[in-house]
């Protein structure tokens, strides 16, 4: 009974991780109908940044927030600059753009950073809750993190006036633009928090899978195996995803098909929601009328 109550926790702490990852990729999904695969790559590039400002001596909640303004703008400016040429581009087109980025991206670590794996801090200490075992300080703080993310975007997506033009940008921009709304930077600014909640992601898993240029591989195909699951167009879904993905994972992982076939069971779920539930367990099927 103890190994599966701590198998749920360290899902639930790895679900958090992945709910993170799948938000962002909502967000940039919902705005554009496209999937970042570049997502991973500017997470671990904004927590490379986040280690380099702890090891000058930043202190760790500075370096945090002082990334995530980082990340921020970069997702903005990559939106201005690379992207937005290719509004109209055929889809193919942007694919090959984000697997560029991916692969500039994680060069660029490399190169500053080398790929030796590196530690990084855990502001949350590591000893238990309670003292049996089960749940340590570590893993409740990914999750309170995590939590506390998505009840600011709830936040800023129902009550503010920034947040609902940024919904009705994405969901239908020529009557957005009739209403004032300045809709291309509503894209913008989606590419932002994106590229932030990514940042805190890598943060977030960092300290669990140690930093090197790669570390966002698998946790990516988990993130967007999440969104599916969740459903890809929408955010709470996805963190209801993530969630659900982690803790099935490890339970999976840990009775049925071993540590060593993990990443494989996110595979079969993204195989499996496609062909059942292609709109995830809480996501609309749209039907358009012609």
């Known amino acids: 009974m103890d190994f599966f ?14 709910a993170c990852v799948a938000l962002g990729l ?8 496209h999937i970042n695969f570049a997502q991973g790559e500017m997470a671990m590039f904004a927590t490379y ?19 995530i303004a980082v990340a921020f703008f970069g997702g ?7 992207l937005k040429p290719l509004e109209h581009a055929p889809v193919l087109a942007l694919v090959v753009c984000f697997i560029a980025l991916l692969s500039i991206f994680n060069a660029i670590a490399g190169m500053i950073w080398s790929y030796t794996i590196k530690q990084f801090p ?7 809750l309670f003292g049996n075992g089960l749940v340590s300080v570590q893993q409740l703080g990914v999750v309170g993190v995590t939590l506390v993310m998505l009840g600011f975007l709830t936040v800023f997506f129902r009550f503010t006036t920034l947040g609902l033009a940024m919904r009705a940008a994405a969901q239908n921009p020529a009557s957005a633009r009739l209403m004032g709304v300045r809709v291309a930077w509503m894209l913008a600014l989606g590419w932002g928090l994106a590229a932030a909640i990514g940042a805190i992601a890598g943060m977030l898993v960092a300290p669990i899978v140690f930093l090197d240029p790669n570390m966002m591989n698998g946790i990516l195909v988990y993130g967007f195996a999440s969104a ?10 996805a963190v209801a995803g993530g969630f659900i993905v982690g803790v099935l994972e490890n339970l999976v992982g840990s009775y049925v098909i071993g540590n060593e076939l993990k990443l ?20 609309r099927v749209i039907v358009r009328r012609v």
């Open 5 to 18: 109550i701590q198998q749920i926790a360290s899902g639930l702490t790895s679900g958090a991780i992945y």
């Open 26 to 33: 909502v967000m940039i999904y919902v705005s554009t109908d």
């Open 49 to 67: 940044l986040a280690w380099a400002m702890i090891n000058a001596g930043v202190p760790y909640w500075v370096a945090f927030g002082l990334t």
């Open 76 to 82: 903005l400016l990559i939106q201005r600059v690379i």
């Open 122 to 128: 855990s502001p949350f200490p590591s000893h238990d």
């Open 228 to 237: 599916l699951v969740g459903g890809i167009g929408n955010p709470l879904g």
């Open 264 to 283: 494989s069971f996110a595979l079969v779920v993204v195989v499996g929601v496609l062909l059942l539930k292609p709109a995830g367990l809480f996501g």
